[in-house]
């Protein structure tokens, strides 16, 4: 195996120089705000085993013992006062924070790191080829001294990760966390090498799906070999899974996100990377036909038709205007839906919602358009004050128009403008025998939107009778609208 070394420059010597001068060459930590002591420095460092170490700074009598790492407690001391303690560094330390124990038990720990003066070499690693869990060993020379195992995805390693550390071996599990690639190993200080044959790291394996024609909120079951390197699991359109991995890694239990579609679902690795998983096929609402898609006005009944209607939860109008799920009602079996067209609607497709992820368009309706004109005129109905009637004993022009135009059914279009000094605008079809019964459809009185400039009337053989067959006819009525025109259209 071959290796790359990258040593930095160290100055042993002007360390031993610097203790003698008391700070010079230490590690400072005087930023470090400690509880009851002040820690300044320690060195020298690189240490040596079995040698002697000092850490300076104030009111260090309060300390009980000196912790260094991993957990290799002095409790003699070579000496000790108020600012100096000076302790033999143990045979056992590895590289890492040093810990002052309090006499209270309050634990303060360095900012900086010890590290030792021979010179670590990594001659092994093995094996390069493993799952999540499996371990790892690296042999060499003063292993005891590596400070950390950096990944290629700069994943870390610490002495506190290792299962073993001893001069010449170190073994630790194969993190899921870490990608596949050249490890690098580190003293934590001035010495660093990396390893030149990439570690690979299995990726998780699927074996089996439970389900992959599924529903919103079902549970989907995947067994496989390292699961546990799963991170996120996402359907499509990012829409993250609850999920529990079994602890031994081999199955995986998610649950289908409301918020998702049909399509492929991805993991994020702990390592950083992505993978597929399966594809997965969700129930999403099928559009087929609507009626009427012409001279659609506000107030009309529409019938959609289609596929799963009934999990439409959001329609979007032509002109923006929603209707939030409630306003429209759905067959049992899903494939019927009718619902009010809203005032101020404009042509375009409507837009039925499913999830924030589906929906799907239906034909495009239109709104009648002015130039079946039939009437034009400026009336106030002011607060029911005034009205536009149609009856044969009027003999005026009004009728002549109606009478000609007016014989079969059809819809009836008013256009009107709206005093905007008011709070509410109604407007009401009758028949003049008595100015109160409705048209067949339209039996009581209309309220309108604020806003609203058009209205269409439903006119059916009924009403027509009311107007020929010896009935005087027909009134239009309401209040706070000026009527502008009415247009027709009579049935195809």
């Known amino acids: 195996m071959k290796a790359r070394n990258i040593m930095k420059t160290m100055l042993t010597a002007l360390v031993a120089v610097g203790l003698a001068a008391g700070v010079t060459g230490c590690k400072d930590d005087n930023d470090i705000p400690f509880l009851k002591s002040d820690l300044h420095s320690f060195g020298p460092s690189p240490a040596e085993r079995g040698k002697d170490i000092s850490i300076l700074g104030k009111n260090l009598n309060d300390v009980r013992e000196v912790v260094f790492p991993v957990n290799v407690s002095v409790k003699e001391f070579t000496s000790r006062t108020n600012d100096k303690i000076t302790v033999t560094v143990p045979e056992a330390a590895v590289p890492g924070q040093i810990k002052l124990v309090m006499s209270n038990g309050d634990i303060v720990t360095s900012r900086s790191i010890i590290t030792f003066i021979e010179e670590v070499e990594v001659t092994d690693v093995a094996p390069l080829k493993v799952n999540v869990g499996d371990k790892v ?162 107030g009309m009944t529409l019938t959609i038709t289609g596929k799963l209607l009934d999990r439409v939860t959001r329609i979007t109008w032509p002109g923006g205007k929603e209707m939030s799920y409630g306003n429209w009602t759905v067959s049992a079996d899903g494939k019927t839906l009718t619902v009010k067209a809203p005032h101020g609607v404009v042509d375009g497709r409507i837009t039925l919602v499913q999830n924030g992820k589906i929906s799907v368009e239906t034909e495009a309706i239109s709104t009648p358009k002015e130039g079946n004109t039939i009437w034009v005129g400026n009336i106030d109905f002011g607060d029911w004050s005034g009205y536009l009637q149609v009856g044969e004993e009027c003999a005026d022009q009004v009728w002549d128009v109606f009478s000609k135009t007016v014989t079969s059914p059809g819809t009836l279009t008013f256009h009107f403008t709206q005093d905007d000094t008011a ?25 309108m939107e604020q806003g609203q400039t058009s209205l269409q009337i439903r006119v059916e053989q009924a009403d027509l009778d009311e107007l020929f067959n010896g009935n005087p006819g027909w009134a239009f009525k309401g209040c706070h609208i000026i009527l502008k025109s009415v247009e027709w259209q009579a049935d195809k």
Request: charged share 20%; hydrophobic share 35%.
């Open 423 to 447: 709070t509410w605008w109604q407007f009401q079809p009758t028949y003049r025998k008595d100015w109160v019964t409705g048209f067949a459809n339209h039996p009581d009185i209309i309220e």
């Open 137 to 298: 060993t690296v042999t060499g020379k003063f292993l005891y001294n590596v400070a950390s195992i950096k990944f290629a995805n700069g994943y870390e390693l610490t002495p506190e990760n290792f299962t073993e550390q001893t001069a010449t071996t170190i073994c630790f599990n194969a993190p899921a966390d870490g990608a596949s690639g050249n490890l690098t190993f580190s003293n934590g200080d001035d010495w660093e090498q990396e390893w030149e044959t990439p570690i690979e790291i299995l990726a998780p394996a699927v074996e089996a799906v439970s389900e992959t024609a599924s529903d919103f909120g079902h549970s989907i079951t995947l067994t496989g070999k390292n699961l546990a390197q799963i991170d996120k699991i996402y359907f499509p359109g990012q829409a993250e899974a609850y999920k529990e991995i079994a602890a031994d890694g081999k199955s995986i239990k998610m649950t289908v996100p409301n918020d998702t579609k049909s399509g492929e679902v991805t993991a994020a690795l702990k390592n950083g990377s992505g993978m597929k998983l399966f594809d997965v096929t969700l129930p999403e609402i099928e559009f087929e036909s609507i009626s009427p898609k012409d001279n659609v006005m506000g």
